[in-house]
C-alpha cells in the first residue's frame, strides 16, 4: 500500500477503501443485511437512467417523469482509524448489469444472498460472479417460515464450485453477518494464495 | 422510493418528492465525464487539500463545488458517500470532483486497483476488525 505523504501539519489520516458486495435477489435482504452491520444508516446513491430503462419503465401516466433511478444501498464500517470497509447492495433488476461491472471492479468479494424458496433468483449473481472470478460466499437467509436445508443440498442446487463457502445466516443479525464478511475475506484470501503460489513455485 | 421516517418530520420543501427542480446534470454545464478523473471509483476517498479554505468566497465555484470541499475539509469522505450526503447522482459528483482536483482544491486516493487483491496483511485486519465489532 502506498501513502503519499501528507501535507505539512495534521492533515486527516488517508484511509485504505475497500468493498464488499451484496448481490441477490430482489426481497431477499440484501438492504437489511447492509443495515445490520453498517455504523451509518445505509445510506443510497442514485444514478440517473434516461434511454436505458426506457422500454420497461413504464412511465405512463406520470407526466414530467423520463428518467428512472437506480439507487444503490451501502454501508460503511470503520474497522480502524485508517481502513474502511464499505458494502455495496447491488441494484436487484437484471437490467442494470452496468452498474454490477462498475460496483464489482476493486471489489474484495461478495454475498450473494439467497432465499431457498426462490433459489432461482440468485442464479444471475453467482453466474456474474464465478464469471469473473470474485471470490463470493452465497449466503442463504434463513427466512421464518421457510424450509431449512442443509448448505450442501444448497451447494448442490446450485451448481456451485466445491471451494465456494455456502453459509446459513440471518440477515438481520449483526453476528450472523460479521461472520458472513468473515467468510468473504477468508475465502478471498484462500483464493488470492491459491492463485499466488503456482508463480512462486 | 421515500424514507420510511419521512412522514414523520415534515418535508423540507413542499413536494420534494417531485424530485429537483434542477436537472442534475446542469450542475455541471452538461459535462458527463471529468477529462482527469473520467473512472472515479465508488470508494475513492476524497481528501480537501489546506488551500481549500476560501472556497466560500471563490466566485469560479458552484455552490455544489463548495459543499463538497466542505464536507471533506474535517473527514476524508468517499465519492459514493459524497453522493448521497448531497444527494445528487454520483456520475454529476464525479464531474465535480474532477474540477476540484483540477483546481487543486482536493486530492482522490486511489482504492486497490482492480484484479489485484489488497496485500494479505491488510486481510487479516479487516477479519481481526470484524471480529472485534
Not at chain 1, 501535507?7 to 437489511?32: M, Q
Not at chain 1, 437490467?95 to 444472498?113: K, P, Y
Not at chain 1, 471451494?163 to 483464493?191: F, G, Y
Amino acid at each position: 500500500m502506498i501513502f503519499k505523504r501528507s501535507e505539512r501539519g495534521t492533515a486527516p489520516v488517508e484511509p485504505v477503501t475497500l468493498k464488499i458486495l451484496v448481490a441477490g435477489g430482489f426481497g431477499v435482504g440484501k438492504t437489511t443485511l447492509v443495515g445490520a452491520v453498517s455504523e451509518i444508516k445505509p445510506l443510497r446513491t442514485e444514478e440517473n437512467l434516461s434511454e436505458a430503462g426506457r422500454p420497461v419503465d413504464d412511465t405512463n401516466g406520470v407526466p414530467g417523469k423520463h428518467t428512472t433511478t437506480v439507487a444503490m444501498d451501502f454501508g460503511r464500517i470503520t474497522l480502524r482509524e485508517d481502513l474502511v470497509l464499505y458494502l455495496f447492495g447491488t441494484p436487484g433488476q437484471d437490467r442494470f448489469w452496468f452498474l454490477w461491472d462498475e460496483l464489482a471492479t476493486g471489489a474484495l468479494g461478495a454475498v450473494v444472498l439467497a432465499d431457498t424458496r426462490r433459489l432461482e433468483d440468485c442464479f444471475a449473481a453467482v453466474d456474474y460472479f464465478e464469471r469473473r472470478s470474485i471470490p463470493f460466499v452465497v449466503g442463504v437467509n434463513c427466512f421464518e417460515g421457510a424450509t431449512r436445508y442443509p448448505s450442501d443440498a444448497v451447494r448442490h442446487a446450485l451448481d456451485l464450485d466445491e471451494k465456494t463457502p455456502v453459509v446459513l445466516c440471518d440477515a438481520r443479525e449483526k453476528e450472523s453477518v460479521k461472520e458472513v464478511l468473515i467468510d468473504v475475506v477468508e475465502h478471498a484470501m484462500a483464493i488470492g494464495a491459491a492463485a499466488r503460489e503456482p508463480v512462486a513455485t | 422510493m421515500s424514507d420510511d421516517d419521512g412522514q414523520a418530520a415534515l418535508p423540507h420543501w413542499f413536494d420534494d418528492d417531485a424530485g429537483p427542480v434542477v436537472r442534475p446534470y446542469a450542475m455541471t454545464r452538461g459535462r458527463t465525464t471529468s477529462p482527469a478523473q473520467h473512472r472515479l471509483d465508488l470508494i475513492a476517498v476524497v481528501i480537501a487539500e489546506s488551500r481549500a479554505e476560501e472556497t466560500e468566497a471563490d466566485q469560479t465555484l458552484s455552490p455544489e463545488h463548495v459543499d463538497i470541499v466542505g464536507l471533506c475539509r474535517d473527514t476524508p469522505q468517499s465519492v459514493a458517500e459524497l453522493a448521497a450526503e448531497l444527494d445528487l447522482p454520483i456520475g454529476v459528483v464525479r464531474v465535480l470532483i474532477g474540477d476540484l482536483v483540477d483546481d487543486r482544491l482536493v486530492h482522490v486516493t486511489r482504492p486497490v486497483p482492480p484484479a489485484e487483491l489488497p496485500d494479505e496483511s491488510i486481510l487479516r485486519d479487516v477479519i481481526n476488525g470484524l471480529r472485534a465489532l
